[in-house]
């Protein structure tokens, strides 16, 4: 940090709020950066935003991932959608199944009656 700003003539502040801003964080993560009165005390303070950072995204998606998210809706994978286990259709469970009186649904040959373990069509 300090090499770039002795490159030009740039006050601490501006390098800190420079790198305070190219931190790809929600601000609300980051406003324990801001207030520091040298680089010695934001050193620090970055240190300890890092170590914070690390234990509480464990497991989250980036800053970048929830923005993306959002702009094109639904999450990375998208949202699974309900199928019913005696038929197949989605958009229904089974237990509100219109075709449960036929009995279970044979995904080999489309046919109600059979489960495709038992299927007579099934070739070996």
Excluded: W
Excluded at 17 to 32: A, P, R, T
Excluded at 54 to 62: D, I, L, P, R, V
């Amino acid at each position: 940090m300090k090499d770039i700003a002795s490159r030009g003539n740039v006050e601490e502040d501006a390098l800190i709020q420079y790198v305070i801003d190219g931190i790809d964080e929600l601000s609300i993560n980051k406003s324990m950066l801001y207030g520091a009165r040298n680089m010695t005390e934001f050193k620090y303070k970055l240190k300890d935003y890092q170590t914070i950072s690390a234990k509480s995204h464990f497991g989250e998606n980036s800053a970048k991932e929830k923005k993306a998210q959002a702009v094109h809706g639904g999450s990375k994978t998208g949202k699974k959608e309900i199928v019913c286990y005696n038929c197949g259709e989605k958009g229904h469970l089974s237990s509100g199944c219109n075709n449960k009186e036929k009995g279970r649904k044979c995904f080999k040959c489309n046919k109600f009656g059979h489960i495709s373990k038992n299927c007579p069509k099934a070739t070996n």
